[in-house]
C-alpha cells in the first residue's frame, strides 16, 4: 500500500538495493580502516574495493535457504570475489564484525540520506508559508476560537503561524537525524573484543558517522523513537493546515480551499461538489505517522544486549514514516502554494454579525472611560445576546444605547470599532516571526 505513496527519491533509498549498497559502503570502510591499523592486508582491502559487488536477487536467493540475510549477503559478496578471481581477499570481508556492526551503522546510512531529503522538503515549505503569509499579511479575517467567531485576525497571520511551528518541526528533525548520524561496530555485545575502538572511529569517519559512545549489539533505540516522534510533529503540522483549509472550505464559510484542477470532479453523484480530498488524505496519513511512534517507543526495551523484536518493526516504520513524511509535506507543500483565497468571502464572514466581534474592544473602552467593568460586561452581553438571538446590528444597538454613549462620544465608538485597531500589531508580529 505505501509503495503508491512514494516519491522516487525517497523510495529509492528504503529499496534493498540501496539497503545492501550500504552494507557494502560499511564493509569496505571497515577493510580499509582495519587496513590502515595494519589488521587486515592492504592488498585485500584494495581487491575488496575493486571487487565486492553485491546483487539484491541473488541475496535473498540465499536468505531463503540459510535464513540469514547478513549471511546470505555476506555469502554473495564472496561469490563475486571469487568469480573476479579475488577468491582469497574475500576472507577479510565482515573480519571481526558482527551482523548488527553492519545493520545499525548502514541503517544510519538510509536515514541520513531520507533526513537530508526531508530537510529540503521542510525548506520548500517554509518557502511556501512565508511567500503566502506576506501575500496575505494584511487581508482581514475573523479569528474563530470554539469553532465561533471571536475577533479579527489577518488571513496572513494564520499563514505566519503555520511558518513558525513548521520552522520549530523542521530544528526538531535537524536534531534528531543529527543523533540518528551514529554508527557502531563494536562486536557482538559492544566490548570492542574483535577491532579497536580506534577502527571505529576510523570506519564511521569514512561514512561521515559518529561512533556511538557506548552501545550493546545495538544502538539504543532511543534515538530511533526520538527521530520517529520528530516525523510525526511535521506529519502533524501538515494535518493542522490541512484541517484548517478542510474548515475553511465548508459550504457556509468558503474563505479558502485546496486547488481543484480543470476537469476534476467531486462527486459521482453530485456534479457540483468541490470536496478537500487531499486535505483529508493528508490528514489520514499523519494518524499513520503518529502510530509508528508509538511502535518506536516499543522498541526501546530490549532483552539483555539485544533480541531482535525491533527489527522487523523497523523495517516498517522506518521506510514508512519518511516515506509518509516526504509525501505530506510535498502534498502541503501543493496545498500551500496553490491554496484559492476568497477575500472577499473574509470580509463577508467579518462584517456578517454586524459588529459582535468588536465587544471586548467595548468593553475595555467602557471600562477605561470610568464605566464599573462588571457594569460594562452586563450592558454589552446583554446587547449582545439580543443581536445574537435577533441576527440584529449590534453596533446601532450600542450606538442607541444611554448609558453606552453617556461614556463614549460617537467618535470613541467608532475608534471601539475600528478595525485596524484591531490589526495595529501586525507588523510587530511578522518581524518577531520571519527575522
Not at 535537524?174 to 562486536?187: I, N, P
Not at 468558503?254 to 459521482?268: N, T
Not at 467602557?366 to 449582545?384: F, H, K, P
Request: net charge neutral; charged share 25%; aromatic share 6%.
Amino acid at each position: 500500500m505505501i509503495a503508491r505513496y512514494t516519491r522516487p527519491e525517497m523510495g529509492r533509498i528504503w529499496t534493498e538495493e540501496n539497503k545492501y549498497q550500504c552494507w557494502l559502503a560499511v564493509e569496505l570502510a571497515a577493510s580499509e580502516a582495519l587496513a590502515e591499523l595494519g589488521v587486515v592486508p592492504a592488498e585485500a582491502a584494495r581487491l575488496l574495493r575493486a571487487h565486492a559487488a553485491c546483487d539484491a536477487v541473488r541475496i535473498n536467493e540465499i536468505e531463503q535457504k540459510v535464513k540469514h540475510d547478513v549471511i546470505a549477503f555476506t555469502t554473495s559478496v564472496a561469490e563475486k570475489m571469487a568469480a573476479a578471481g579475488a577468491a582469497e581477499a574475500s576472507r577479510w570481508f565482515h573480519y571481526g564484525l558482527t551482523s548488527n556492526d553492519v545493520v545499525d551503522t548502514a541503517q544510519a546510512l538510509q536515514v541520513k540520506e531520507a533526513s537530508a531529503t526531508l530537510d529540503r522538503q521542510s525548506t520548500r515549505l517554509l518557502d511556501a508559508l512565508k511567500a503566502r503569509a506576506y501575500e496575505f499579511k494584511m487581508t482581514p479575517q475573523i479569528g474563530r476560537t470554539h469553532g465561533i467567531q471571536a475577533e479579527p485576525i489577518t488571513f496572513g497571520l494564520k499563514l505566519a503561524l503555520w511558518y513558525d511551528e513548521m520552522a520549530r518541526a523542521q530544528r526538531r528533525l535537524r536534531a534528531a537525524a543529527e543523533e540518528m548520524r551514529a554508527g557502531k561496530l563494536s562486536g557482538a555485545v559492544g566490548t570492542f573484543g574483535h577491532i579497536s575502538p580506534e577502527a571505529e572511529v576510523r570506519i564511521c569517519a569514512k561514512l561521515e558517522l559518529a561512533p556511538a559512545a557506548i552501545a550493546s549489539q545495538v544502538i539504543a533505540r532511543d534515538r530511533h523513537a526520538n527521530y520517529v516522534c520528530a516525523l510525526a510533529l511535521v506529519a502533524a503540522l501538515c494535518e493542522k493546515i490541512a484541517l484548517e483549509v478542510r474548515h475553511l472550505q465548508r459550504t457556509e464559510v468558503r474563505e479558502a480551499e485546496e486547488p481543484f484542477a480543470a476537469g476534476q470532479k467531486g462527486s459521482s453523484a453530485m456534479p457540483h461538489k468541490r470536496n478537500p480530498v487531499t486535505c483529508e488524505q493528508i490528514c489520514g496519513l499523519a494518524r499513520l505517522v503518529r502510530s509508528n511512534a508509538q511502535a518506536a517507543f516499543e522498541n526501546i526495551a530490549l532483552w539483555h544486549e539485544r533480541d531482535i523484536s525491533h527489527s522487523s518493526v523497523e523495517r516498517v516504520i522506518l521506510p514508512d514514516s519518511t516515506i509518509l513524511t516526504d509525501y505530506l509535506l510535498e502534498k502541503t507543500i501543493w496545498l500551500v502554494s496553490g491554496m484559492r483565497v476568497n477575500t472577499a468571502r473574509m470580509q463577508r464572514n467579518l462584517d456578517l454579525t454586524k459588529g459582535l466581534v468588536f465587544s471586548g474592544q467595548l468593553l475595555l473602552d467602557l471600562s477605561a472611560a470610568g464605566m464599573l467593568r462588571e457594569d460594562a460586561y452586563r450592558i454589552v452581553q446583554s446587547l449582545a445576546m439580543q443581536a445574537w438571538e435577533t441576527e440584529g446590528d449590534f453596533r446601532a444597538m450600542i450606538e442607541a444605547d444611554p448609558d453606552i454613549t453617556r461614556h463614549l462620544s460617537k467618535d470613541q465608538l467608532t475608534h471601539s470599532f475600528a478595525l485596524e485597531r484591531q490589526l495595529q500589531n501586525v507588523d510587530a508580529i511578522f518581524s518577531r516571526v520571519f527575522l
